[in-house]
């Protein structure tokens, strides 16, 4: 697949100076998709066709919940259910005539087909495909700009690296677009970064926790105020809403 460059955000991202610019692009693309969802796209056919036969995921329709466009948000829902009742009505053919006995087998095997249809129609998200059309994108163009830009290599050398999960995005596109000796440079440079990076969290959190025992009381927070947010944010992606750091 080819995909064109869009150096911009990613650069934006970078100067962010975040636990993570992969997580801030991802925040980005998503704000920017459930702001289309709701806005002038909703009365579009080809994006009422996409989302009646796709559908969207639960945490896609909370923050659409959120940002309260009932009559939006219920146009986009009605349209999927009429046309996820007429997928249901095709699947009563998975079930056996109830006059022949066994077909579903004595620990209900027969089932699976239907099963498996559920779980279809219950696991498939447009926003969440339209996200990771943009975040591919994003992804080749970062390690483009690694591989390219003297002055992006610098600046990642500098920055608090990337989460564990986008870490793991970042070497399997690394894989693709990179070739063998710079995959090795690019694997070493990530693996430090994560390292040091999250051993600083560590230690500022465990002294967030020490800061919880009276004989500390009147000892500086210094970095460990957000700790807990930036360590999990790293672990698991941006997940939790960092606070403004305080340091004393």
């Known amino acids: 697949m080819q995909y064109h460059l869009d150096t911009i955000p990613v650069w934006e991202a970078m100067e962010l100076d975040s636990c993570c610019p992969l997580c801030a692009l991802y925040q980005k693309c ?45 146009l986009l829902t009605d349209s999927h259910s009429k046309e996820l009742l007429k997928k249901l009505d095709a699947m009563d053919k998975l079930i056996p005539d109830g006059k022949r006995r066994g077909l579903f ?10 099963t498996e249809a559920f779980e279809k129609l219950s696991s498939t998200c447009v926003i969440c495909e339209d996200i990771n059309s943009h975040m591919q994108r994003y992804l080749y163009t970062f390690l483009h700009l690694w591989k390219t830009d003297t002055a992006f290599r610098k600046r990642w050398e500098s920055s608090k690296g990337v989460c564990l999960p986008h870490a793991a995005e970042l070497l399997r596109h690394a894989q693709k677009h ?67 750091q305080k340091t004393e």
């Open 178 to 244: 990179l070739n063998a000796a710079n995959q090795q440079l690019f694997a070493q440079s990530l693996l430090s970064l994560v390292k040091e990076n999250l051993s600083q969290d560590e230690k500022d959190l465990e002294w967030f926790t020490l800061k919880f025992d009276y004989r500390n009381h009147d000892k500086p927070w210094g970095n460990s105020r957000n700790a807990l947010e930036r360590t999990i944010n790293r672990l698991r992606s941006a997940c939790i809403a960092p606070e403004k």
């Open 105 to 114: 087998g004595a620990k209900g095997e027969g089932l699976e087909a239907l």
């Open 30 to 74: 998503e704000e920017t998709e459930i702001d289309r969802s709701l806005g002038g796209s909703v009365m579009e056919p080809d994006t009422r066709i996409r989302v009646n036969e796709t559908g969207i995921c639960d945490k896609h329709h909370q923050q659409l919940f959120m940002m309260q466009n009932r009559l939006g948000h219920a």
